[in-house]
């Protein structure tokens, strides 16, 4: 295959989320609106340019108070950073179908590179004749470092917000 533009099928595509809360549970939650720009070879994605974009207030974690906290300036401030992107700037093949994905991760203004485990699920044509492509994708960042700081300290030690917000993407593509 050569190396093409391909467009999220978001129907069939998922970011999600995971964060400690209170130090002894996680707390999931998802993005529901995002989108993306890429050019790749599915089978060989370490020339590929993806540029990744969420928009933050499609946050979901099921509980209608926390994610309208989550959308204020103590969190993602919204009206002032609607996205979260990532641009990637270096793709390095661990095994076969395996990348090391790294790019620039900029939320609430800040920018720093952070590395993803890319996996290529496969591909081929649906049922209407459209190329397929399938990736799964795990991360993690620290929201400290990109100015989301809010927490409490907890009576029998601890915070209850943790820093680590892992991350799960689920993607299918279509061939432009």
Sequence with gaps: MSKSKWLIDATHSSVDFTIKHMMIAKV????????????????????????????LASI?????????HLRTGDFFDIENYPTMTFQSTSIVKTDDGE????????????????????????????PWGNEKAGFSAKGALKRSEFGLTYNAVLETGGVLIGDEVKFTIELEAVKA
């Design 99 to 126: 990348y090391d994905v790294t790019g620039n991760v900029t939320l609430r203004g800040l920018t720093r590179p952070e590395t993803f485990q890319v996996t290529y699920e496969g591909s081929g044509k649906d």
């Design 28 to 55: 999931k939650g998802a993005f529901h609106e995002f989108s993306a720009e890429i050019e790749a070879d599915p089978n060989d994605l370490t020339t590929a340019n993806i540029q990744f974009t969420v928009a």
């Design 60 to 68: 979901d974690t099921r509980n209608a108070d926390r994610d309208n």
